[in-house]
């Protein structure tokens, strides 16, 4: 079945340090894929929708220039957390769905997630 | 704007007992899918059910059975003799579309099945 992977799975850096999460479809191509945060014990949230080859569309409260968006090709989007500081550190997870089976079940893949973790 | 409520955040049993778990949601859309997922402390997300809001007939799938009722914007989900391997978070979700793009998620109920 289709799969997203999601990279890497978990990361821990300094603070001030810029970090570059990916998020491939497999085995379909992704017009659109969707990032969501999900802190310690609590609910996943939108933070944006990556539109290929067109800027993302961000969720209110969430800052673009803090949340790079990414979505170069139709396989791959990237979400880049610029100068991180400890308040970001996160669960980040992408999502997708086949447009060519949108009837699918799963509909949407998830990818495996990344816990970001800023010293 | 789209608002999904998990009033319980947590409920804990013993393993055999059957659990519901609540769910209920607005939106002004009348056309809307709603989702279950299953989150274990590894953190994937795993895709239990769709429903769309045109179809209220209840589903059963093993030992898991949902209740989707318009009326009370419901969408109630219930494990039957759970196990411990039940233990998680479930999240309830919903969607304008099909595919379950854009989702607006519930706060989430922990699960803990004791032995």
């Known amino acids: 079945g289709a799969v997203v992977s999601q990279h890497p799975s978990w990361v821990i850096c300094k603070s001030g340090t810029s970090v570059k999460i990916e998020c491939r479809s497999l085995?379909?191509?992704?017009?659109?894929m969707f990032w969501y945060r999900q802190f310690p014990k609590q609910s996943l949230m939108l933070m944006a929708t990556?539109?290929?080859?067109?800027?993302?569309?961000?969720e209110q409260g969430v800052e673009k220039d803090k949340f790079l968006i990414n979505h170069a090709s139709l396989t791959l989007s990237t979400l880049t957390v610029t100068s991180a500081h400890p308040e970001d550190s996160s669960f980040y997870i992408c999502?997708?769905?086949?447009?060519?089976?949108?009837?699918?079940?799963?509909?949407?893949?998830f990818g495996d997630g990344t816990r970001l973790s800023i010293l | 704007a789209q608002k999904v409520t998990q009033a319980q955040t947590e409920i804990s049993v013993v393993e055999k007992e059957d659990v519901t778990l609540d769910c209920v949601y607005e939106?002004?859309?009348?056309?809307?899918?709603l989702f279950w997922y299953k989150q274990p402390p590894s953190g994937e997300l795993v895709f239990l059910i769709r429903?769309?809001?045109?179809?209220?007939q209840n589903e059963i799938s093993g030992r898991y059975s949902w209740n989707f009722q318009k009326s009370t914007s419901s969408f109630n989900f219930t494990i039957t003799a759970s196990q411990v391997v039940d233990s998680a978070v479930y999240f309830c979700?919903?969607?304008?579309?099909?595919?379950?793009?854009?989702?607006?998620f519930g706060g989430g109920t922990r699960l803990m099945v004791k032995p």
């Open positions: 999502s997708a769905s086949d447009p060519v089976d949108p009837y699918s079940s799963p509909p949407q893949h």
């Open positions: 085995d379909f191509q992704a017009t659109t």
């Open positions: 990556s539109n290929e080859g067109s800027k993302a569309t961000y």
């Open positions: 939106t002004r859309d009348t056309t809307y899918y």
């Open positions: 429903r769309n809001s045109f179809d209220e």
């Open positions: 979700a919903l969607s304008a579309d099909n595919a379950g793009n854009m989702l607006t």
